[in-house]
Each structure stands twice: as structure tokens, then as C-alpha cells.
């Protein structure tokens, strides 16, 4: 049996815990101040009291608090990891780069940094991982395959992180402020607000199905739905003249700046 300890238990660790709930020989337990009880509760796993008490019954330990809080964390840890230096510290605190975490715990500390999104609960997540060199080949591949279990992962070097993390791991909020904004859009011509959000999610789903066979790329399949001269090139070149790229971009870049004000 494999336990899997979190310290925090907010929206990314609650994604985790559900994409990992169904894992055979896998049992999950969850710390946090205040809330732990209440969502491990709600999770059917089990809470525990304390950052030494999670620390000393998990082999794979989650940091899943905000990346501010690592400072208040870390000198616990860094004791804990005096009499245990082989436990696995698996970090999803957005923009804190390995050499801080192991600033912070202890440079021959077993530190995984990695970068899962929340789309991992239903199984359908992104995770950008990176090892640090005290981890040897099998537990690189253990770790890696965990996090495969829930969606697909990468391992990339940190310096992809950034980028990586405004796209993958800040993306679906980006997604759903545009399912939201199309919704909305609806709405104000008159559709019920139900019907357009259900008109929205299955136009959006079945979207990203047919892209997701990659027989197109995704502007020669834009191009797919505008018939010459008709409705769809009228709105895509409102799209376009009202900067939508641009703002994605822009959207983009103000994620990454944040994300590197972290570390
Ligand atoms: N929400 C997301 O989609 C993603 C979040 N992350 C990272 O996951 C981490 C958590 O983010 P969220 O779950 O969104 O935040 P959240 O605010 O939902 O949850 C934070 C959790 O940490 C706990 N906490 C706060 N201070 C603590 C401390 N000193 N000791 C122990 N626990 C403490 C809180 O009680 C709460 O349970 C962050 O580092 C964030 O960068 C990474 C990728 C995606
Ligand atoms: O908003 C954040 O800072 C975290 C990192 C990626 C998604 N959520």
C-alpha cells in the first residue's frame, strides 16, 4: 500500500484526491489548519493532525498549500527529512523552482516539482513535471506513472514551467470565462440562460473531440465552418478586428509574470 500524504487540502489537492481515489493499493490522507477534517470528510479519506503526522505515515508526500505558506512549512519538513531523507516531497506550488524547494527543505531532499491542473479530477489533466537529481531512475518513473493515472504528463525542463503554467494549469479558468462569455453572448439575444449554458458545454465538448483527432489543424478547421461569404466569417472578422489573439496573449504573459513573482 502506497500513502499519499497532502499538505492543504483547496482545490487543486481535492482534484488530485478524486483523480486518485480509485487507484488500487493507493490510500490518500490530508492535512490542512483548518479545513482538512471537513474535506477529507467530504472525500471519504482520512485527516490527519498534523505536517508530522502526515509527514511520517505517507512514502509520497504532496505540498499543496499556497506556494506563500511553503515558508512556515518548509522547517518542519526540513527536520522531518533529517530522519526520513528518503521520503518523495512532490511540490504543485505554482512558480517555486527546485533549487528554492530544496533551499528550503534540504539540497539532498527527493523533490519532485510538478505542475497538474484541476481537469485531473475527472481524469482528463495535464501535468508538466520536473525531477530533482536526488532521484533515482525507478522512482522518476513511479512518480511519473501516478500522474499519467490521471491525464497526460510531460516531463519538461523548469524553464518551460511558466509558460506551461498559464497554459495548462491557469488555462481552464480561460476556458470557462469563454464557454462563459458564448453563454452569455446567447443570453443577451434572448436564449434562457439554462439552455445556453447547455448549448455552450456541448458545442464547446464536441469541439475539442473533433480537434483532438487531429485531422485538422485548428485554424484550417475555423476555416471548416465559414462558409464563403456567410454568418461565420462576419463574426470571425469581429474576432479578429476586436484583438481576441492579442488578448489571449496579453491574458498569457500577465499569468506568467504573476506565476514568476513566486519563487
Ligand atoms: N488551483 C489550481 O488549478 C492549481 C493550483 N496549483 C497550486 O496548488 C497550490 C494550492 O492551490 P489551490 O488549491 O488553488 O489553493 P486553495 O486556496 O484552494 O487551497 C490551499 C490549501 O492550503 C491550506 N493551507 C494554507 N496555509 C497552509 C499552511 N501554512 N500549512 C498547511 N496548509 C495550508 C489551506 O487550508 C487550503 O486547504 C498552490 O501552490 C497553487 O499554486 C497548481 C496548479 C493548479
Ligand atoms: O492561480 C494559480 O496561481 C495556480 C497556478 C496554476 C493554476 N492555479
Redesign the pocket.
Known sequence: MLTIGF?????????MIKGWRDLAEVRQIV??????AA?AEQLQIEAVAS?EETFMQSDLLIL????K?LA??APTLQMLLMLAPQKIITS?????SISSLQAALGSQAQIVRT????NVAEKEGYTAIAFAGTLDAATRGAVFGLFTYFGRADELPEEQFGAI?ALA??G?AFVAAFVNALSAAAVAQGIESEVADKVALQMVNGTMKVLSKHEQTPTEFAHSVMTPGGSTAAGWSTLESEGFAKTIAKTIAATMQKNSE?D
Open positions: 499538505i492543504g487540502a483547496g482545490h487543486m489537492a481535492q482534484a492535512y490542512a489548519p483548518n479545513s482538512g474535506v505536517i499543496a498549500m499556497p506556494p505558506a512556515e512549512v504543485v506550488l505554482g512558480g517555486v505542475l497538474p491542473n484541476v503554467s494549469g491557469s481552464p513566486f
